[in-house]
């Protein structure tokens, strides 16, 4: 079966550090993806991990452990503009590969300041 | 590069009309589109998989005679909801993923469209 699981709701300060987990158990494996989604829009890409390890990018960094069935997105210098849904979302192999992605539920974050 | 643009951004229609989604890639061809729909709160729920010129592929549970899914070009595919219902109306989004190598890792998501059905 497919689970994708996220924390519902998070909160921190401007300024500080959140990570944000995500464990998955699909059938088949072929990347993990974070997007950011602010109320109303769709969903802007923030990374991707398909190997073990950590992906940076800018205040953003991402993290994948296959065996663990577990990753994280890690923000670092929070700014009010962060407040967002995030999710995090598996890409499964389709036939013909066409990679489907299947979502988790999202983590609403909110930055106070 | 890699804009998705969707047509129309929010249509209020009657309960049993039909409305027609669009959704292209503008600076990219794309194979495969993907359609969503997002629920208020919830996170997006992948009703069908898009492929140019080939029937479309239903996840389990998505009527296909009611989500009627044309993907005629390799930069729009159409989402048709047939005889919508209140119970209809959500935000759907498409995605699309760019046949080139380079890109082919991502999907790159349409600014939506909300319907609501009176």
């Known amino acids: 079966g497919q689970n994708i699981d996220q924390p519902t709701e998070m909160t921190a300060t401007e300024g500080a550090i959140v990570q944000i987990n995500c464990t998955y158990q699909t059938s088949g494996f072929n990347g993990l993806f974070w997007y950011q989604q602010h109320a109303g829009e769709a969903p802007t890409f923030l990374s991707y991990?398909?190997?073990?390890g950590l992906e940076e990018k800018g205040r953003f960094s991402s993290f994948l452990s296959r065996s663990k069935g577990y990753s994280y997105l890690l923000l670092k210098e929070l700014q009010m503009k962060d407040s967002a849904s995030y999710l995090c979302a598996v890409r499964e192999l389709g036939s013909g590969n066409t990679g489907k992605l299947i979502f988790g539920q999202g983590t609403t974050l909110q930055v106070k300041p | 590069g890699a804009v998705v643009s969707q047509h129309p951004s929010w249509v209020i229609c009657k309960s049993g009309t039909s409305v027609k989604i669009e959704c292209r890639s503008l600076d990219f061809q794309a194979t495969t589109m993907f359609w969503y729909r997002q629920f208020p709160k919830q996170s997006l729920m992948l009703m069908a998989t898009s492929n140019e010129g080939s029937k479309a592929t239903y996840e389990q549970g998505v009527e296909k005679d009611k989500f009627l899914i044309n993907h005629a070009s390799l930069t729009l595919s159409t989402l048709t909801v047939t005889s919508a219902h209140p119970e209809d109306s959500s935000f759907y989004i498409c995605?699309?993923?760019?046949?080139?190598?380079?890109?082919?890792?991502?999907?790159?998501f349409g600014p939506g469209t909300r319907l609501t059905v009176l």
């Open positions: 995605s699309a993923k760019p046949t080139d190598r380079v890109r082919g890792n991502e999907q790159f």
């Open positions: 991990n398909v190997l073990d």
